[in-house]
């Protein structure tokens, strides 16, 4: 299967949402990111449950849904009601782990977990058979528009050999600093889902890059 893309909304016109997502239903976009983070799990607040539902309103494309917020469990039937296909929560915000990936998957959500810059992928060991998506960090969450880090291509490389080893069917999602110049190493190491923000809607021509990406 190829792989799919996820423009993160983070980086769109939010006076002008519609113009956005419209363009969005056109294009070769696989799913739209959506991030909501909480000002204390990450030092930044972006927007929450009205805007989210504004945003499924004018699509159809599944939400990919990146909780940067501590405690994520308090939220799992909300976010469903608002419009989440895929629920990411953070390894680093769950005491019990487990439980909440069950949760997500009983509320008929795809279940994903995220790992910040500095967590090793060995804390994946216990939790990969259990959960639909992994998704790698590739900055410090909090804002669009970061430097990509480089060590995000042997973290992805590591992913790919626990799932291999664990024979389990986990796809691998990066997020943060994905364009054009590192979208097919990203894929080629073993990335399925590449997430841009910054590289779309800073672009002359999101439409475009969105299709650039796809055949990267
Ligand atoms: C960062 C967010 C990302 C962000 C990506 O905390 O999780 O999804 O929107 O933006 P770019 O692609 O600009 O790094
Ligand atoms: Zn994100």
Not at 13 to 27: G, K, P, R, V
Not at 128 to 142: E, S
Request: proline residues 4%.
């Amino acid at each position: 299967m190829s792989h799919l893309i996820a423009p993160s909304i983070l980086s769109g016109d939010f006076a002008n949402l519609a113009t956005d997502i419209e363009m969005l239903n056109q294009s070769d976009a696989d799913w739209i990111h959506v991030d909501i983070m909480d000002g204390v799990f990450v030092p930044n607040i972006s927007f929450g449950f009205p805007v989210m539902e504004a945003i499924k309103k004018y699509t159809s494309k599944p939400l990919d849904v990146h909780l940067m917020i501590i405690k994520p469990e308090r939220y799992i039937s909300r976010f469903k009601e608002a419009g989440a296909s895929n629920l990411i929560v953070h390894i680093e915000a769950c005491v019990h782990l487990n439980s909440t990936i069950q949760s997500i998957k009983q509320e008929g959500m795809r279940a994903s977990v995220a790992l910040n810059p500095h967590t090793a992928v060995n804390n994946l060991e216990d939790i990969i058979f259990d959960i639909d998506q992994v998704l790698i960090m590739a900055v410090n969450p909090g804002f669009g528009g970061q430097n990509f880090i480089e060590h995000t291509y042997r973290k992805i490389d590591k992913v790919r050999n626990l799932i291999e080893k664990t024979g389990s069917k986990t796809r691998i999602e990066v997020d943060g600093g994905v364009d054009l110049l590192n979208a097919s190493k990203l894929i080629k190491v073993g990335a399925d889902i590449l997430v841009a923000g910054s590289a779309v809607f800073g672009s002359k021509n999101p439409f475009e890059t969105i299709a650039a990406l796809k055949k990267a």
